[in-house]
């Protein structure tokens, strides 16, 4: 069975340090994997997917095959990145979506 | 359109009675997802539509719990013979077919099971 693993439940940086938010995840096949982002008060949105390799907000994420992970970094963290942020993967088949149990981030001033 | 919504924000219920939840999605969105997600952990998902079949569900889900979405847009989530188990938050989803693995959530349906 599919399962995605976010060990940190809180990460506290200081305005302007790295961040690494991991996720690690268990799929025998080819997943998809995302990462979603839920600011204070606003819905679950999107934030990027493996696929599109882009640069959302400063934010990427590479796909780690070898060690199952799908870690979210960005080089320089801002206060308005504070949220909770949940990594998701989809197997290669059906619309089953497998949500981590998320990371809180804070970035202080 | 306002994006995805859900009625009603918040429902209180004995246990053992029914309750049932809506969802209106984004009105070119033909995929419809409905998560639960309870303190602490990631939405689990329930079930998904494609227009007005409903092409998956959790194996998880119990048969309580049932879905319909009978003309393709709005759905409805109903659960029989609440329990104290239940409460949660159910969360509501849509895509496109343009980007089917983009979905875009709704606000939530927050119950407490008494």
């Known amino acids: 069975a599919q399962r995605v693993t976010q060990p940190e439940k809180l990460l506290s940086v200081f305005k302007g340090a790295p961040v690494e938010l991991k996720c690690n995840y268990s799929?025998?096949?080819?997943?998809?994997l995302f990462w979603y982002v839920q600011y204070s008060r606003q819905r679950l949105q999107l934030l990027l997917r493996?696929?599109s390799r882009e640069s959302i907000k400063g934010f990427t994420a590479d796909l780690n095959k070898g060690e199952t992970s799908f870690h979210l970094k960005k080089p320089f963290a801002q206060e308005e990145d504070s949220a909770m942020y949940y990594c998701?993967?989809?197997?290669?088949?059906?619309?089953?979506?497998?949500f981590g149990p998320g990371t809180r981030l804070s970035v202080l001033p | 359109d306002t994006g995805v919504s859900q009625d009603p924000r918040h429902k209180i219920t004995k246990r053992g009675q029914n309750v049932t939840f809506r969802c209106d999605p984004i009105?070119?969105?033909?995929?419809l997802y409905w998560y639960r997600q309870t303190l602490g952990q990631g939405p689990e998902f329930l079930t998904y539509?494609?227009?007005?079949?409903?092409?998956?569900k959790s194996r998880l889900l119990s048969d309580r719990f049932s879905a319909e979405r009978p003309k393709g847009s709005f759905s409805t989530l109903e659960i029989q013979r609440t329990e104290q188990g239940d409460s949660a938050m159910y969360l509501c989803?849509?895509?496109?077919?343009?980007?089917?693995?983009?979905?875009?959530f709704g606000p939530g349906t927050r119950l407490t099971v008494t």
């Open positions: 493996h696929i």
């Open positions: 539509f494609q227009n007005e079949a409903q092409l998956e």
């Open positions: 998701a993967l989809r197997a290669n088949y059906g619309q089953n979506f497998v």
């Open positions: 989803a849509s895509s496109s077919r343009d980007s089917p693995y983009e979905q875009y």
């Open positions: 009105s070119e969105h033909n995929r």
């Open positions: 799929y025998s096949g080819s997943p998809e």
